[in-house]
C-alpha cells in the first residue's frame, strides 16, 4: 500500500530533551515536507525537501533541523524542544516538488512539549 | 502569495442530508486538493482535481479554474463525515512548492 508513516503517533516529552520525528514513503516520490498544524494559525510548512541531500527552508524553520540522507526518508529533529513547539506534524510527499502534483499527508505525530 | 478562501466556516447537518462545501482562490492554480481531517486529526486525501469534476462514492468534487472556485459536495452525508475539510493550493513562486490550506470548514453530522 503506498502511504506516508510517520513515529511515533503522539509524543509527551520535557523542555530541551532532543527528539526525532520519523517519516517515511514507500513511493519513490522526490519531494517530501514537514508540517505543523497549530490552532488559528492553520497548516505551515516547515523544512522541504527536493531530492536527497536537497533540503530548504520553509515558513517557519526556527529550532527544526531535517536532513534527507535516502530518498524514503525525511526525519524532523528537535534539538532543544520548548512548549512553542507543542503542536500537530504532519509529513508530506510527492512525486516533484514545485506544487505541480498531487501530495500525500502522513496520520500526523502530536507532540506535548511541557 | 495565493490566498485561499472556504465557507461556511461550520456546518450541521443530519443524517442523511446533502451539501456543498466551497472553495475559492486567489489566483491561477495547476494543482487543488480537498482533504478530511478526522476527529483524531488525520489528514486525508479526498481529491486531487485542477479542474473538471471528479466522484469517489458519496462524494464529489468540481473545480473550475478560470473562475478560481471548487466545491466539493458530500452526499446522504453520515456522522463518520464529521471533521474538517480543508482545500489547499500550491503557492507557486520557486521550489518551494508548499500547500497554502484554507480555514476549513468544520462539518458535524447528527444521527
Known amino acids: 500500500e503506498a502511504q506516508v508513516t510517520q513515529n511515533p503517533r503522539y509524543l509527551i516529552t520535557v523542555t530541551g530533551k532532543k527528539l526525532t520525528v520519523t517519516c517515511s514513503q514507500n513511493?519513490?516520490?522526490?519531494?517530501m515536507s514537514w508540517y505543523r498544524q497549530d490552532p488559528g494559525l492553520g497548516l505551515r510548512q516547515i523544512y522541504y525537501?527536493?531530492?536527497?541531500?536537497?533540503?530548504d527552508k520553509g515558513d517557519v524553520p526556527e529550532g527544526y533541523k531535517v536532513s534527507r540522507k535516502e530518498k524514503r526518508n525525511f526525519p524532523l529533529i528537535l534539538e532543544s524542544p520548548s512548549p512553542n513547539q507543542t503542536s500537530l506534524y504532519f509529513c508530506?510527499?510527492?512525486?516533484?516538488?514545485?506544487?505541480?502534483?498531487?501530495?500525500?499527508f502522513g496520520p500526523g505525530t502530536r507532540l506535548t512539549v511541557t | 502569495g495565493i490566498q485561499v478562501e472556504q465557507s461556511p466556516p461550520d456546518l450541521i447537518l443530519q443524517e442523511g442530508a446533502n451539501s456543498t462545501l466551497r472553495c475559492n482562490f486567489s489566483?491561477?492554480?495547476?494543482?487543488l486538493q480537498w482533504f478530511h481531517q478526522n476527529p483524531w486529526g488525520q489528514l486525508i486525501n479526498l481529491f486531487y482535481?485542477?479542474?473538471g469534476t471528479k466522484q469517489n462514492g458519496r462524494l464529489s468534487a468540481t473545480t473550475v479554474a478560470t473562475e478560481r472556485y471548487s466545491l466539493l459536495y458530500i452526499s446522504s452525508s453520515q456522522t463518520t463525515d464529521s471533521g474538517v475539510y480543508f482545500c489547499?493550493?500550491?503557492?507557486?513562486?520557486?521550489?518551494?512548492?508548499?500547500?497554502?490550506f484554507g480555514k476549513g470548514t468544520k462539518l458535524s453530522v447528527k444521527p
Open positions: 482535481i485542477p479542474s
Open positions: 525537501s527536493m531530492n536527497v541531500e536537497v533540503t
Open positions: 489547499a493550493a500550491p503557492n507557486y513562486g520557486g521550489s518551494q512548492g508548499n500547500l497554502i
Open positions: 489566483d491561477s492554480v495547476n494543482n
Open positions: 508530506a510527499s510527492s512525486p516533484r516538488g514545485q506544487g505541480l502534483y498531487e501530495q500525500y
Open positions: 513511493m519513490n516520490h522526490e519531494y
